[in-house]
């Protein structure tokens, strides 16, 4: 159901209003956080609508809505990946100004987690010593904290100089079709990340997850994820790991050119998932292993 919180409201959800609008500074008079919408809390809905842009009709529908939580998200409260649709807030916002400060450009501060700051995060990540993965979770948080004296209050515009690098493997994946194949029921979150994964690098991306039984003939890959190599050895084994990057992309190269079938299948072996950004983790790794491999080999082996 749509929100639609109007005044002479009462309850648990206006208090959830009247907290972030707190949070943003806004006046809310003597009263405070009571529950009820009128008075103080309706003419700081219309600011805040004013401020961001909206409608000024003292309403909390879905768009005031959406505006206040992203308004209200604070670096470290979430964890920041790209997926399709980006995420997008206020923690971008301080992601983003951070690393243009520290001289990872991302482009323009817009707080949409796209490719530019996905690969900004991860070139930050190599600069300091973090896996190279360009999930902004706790660790990579902590280590932009510890260096918030350097970047809070700076100007985070990015000089003409200071490019950001290409959106990562976006040629690859609007060249080849992916199928990823999912039988096992534990694996379908790093499934359904990585074809997501695929979609916010390339809306051109051509990419389904299914079970292996519902094959198709139309794809140039199928990649299927499993726990454990196939017993007989029928299908070319890439093992991905996440510590060693560059072994995984070669093992998906050679499954590639050893293939002679058409479309080229893969087993991709990666540890069950203990998390969310664990399984965004192994997806990253799955994605960047076979994009790396699809554009070393390409048209030569597809």
Same mark, same amino acid.
């Given at each position: 159901m749509a929100i639609e919180i109007r005044r002479g409201a009462r309850g648990a959800a206006v208090e959830d209003v009247q907290k972030r609008l707190l949070k943003l500074g806004y006046d809310l008079g003597r009263s405070g956080v009571d529950g009820v919408f009128q008075g103080a809390t309706l003419e700081a809905v219309r600011a805040f609508q004013r401020s961001h842009g909206l409608v000024e009709d003292g309403v909390v529908g879905p768009k005031t809505w959406a505006a206040l939580v992203d308004a209200t998200f604070t670096l470290g409260d979430r964890t920041l990946y790209l997926r399709y649709p980006y995420l997008h807030g206020a923690d971008v916002v301080t992601l983003q100004s951070a690393?243009?400060?520290? &001289? $990872?450009? @991302? &482009?323009?501060?817009? &707080?949409? $987690?796209? /490719? @530019?700051?996905?690969? =900004?995060?991860?070139? $930050?990540? $190599?600069? =300091?010593?973090? /896996?190279?993965?360009?999930?902004a979770g706790d660790e990579t948080i902590r280590a932009l904290e510890r260096l918030r004296h350097v970047w809070a209050g700076k100007d985070p515009a990015v000089p003409a100089q200071l490019r950001p690098a290409p959106a990562r493997a976006a040629s690859v994946l609007e060249r080849f079709s992916v199928a990823i194949e999912c039988a096992d029921p534990a694996m379908r979150a790093v499934c359904e990340r990585a074809a997501n994964l695929m979609q916010a690098i390339s809306e051109s991306a051509r990419v389904v997850v299914r079970r292996p039984e519902d094959a198709a003939a139309d794809e140039d890959v199928r990649v299927l994820v499993v726990r454990e190599p196939a017993a007989d050895g029928a299908l070319p084994a890439a093992r991905i790991e996440l510590g060693d990057p560059a072994r995984a992309t070669n093992r998906m190269v050679t499954a590639l050119a050893s293939s002679r079938d058409r479309p080229v299948r893969i087993a991709a072996v990666l540890e069950e998932p203990a998390s969310d950004e664990h399984a965004q983790r192994l997806a990253v790794s799955l994605v960047d292993a076979l994009t790396g491999a699809l554009g070393r080999t390409g048209e030569g082996v597809l």
């Open positions: 690393l243009n400060v520290l &001289g $990872f450009p @991302c &482009g323009e501060v817009d &707080g949409i $987690f796209g /490719p @530019c700051t996905e690969r =900004a995060v991860r070139e $930050f990540q $190599f600069n =300091a010593g973090l /896996p190279v993965d360009g999930v």
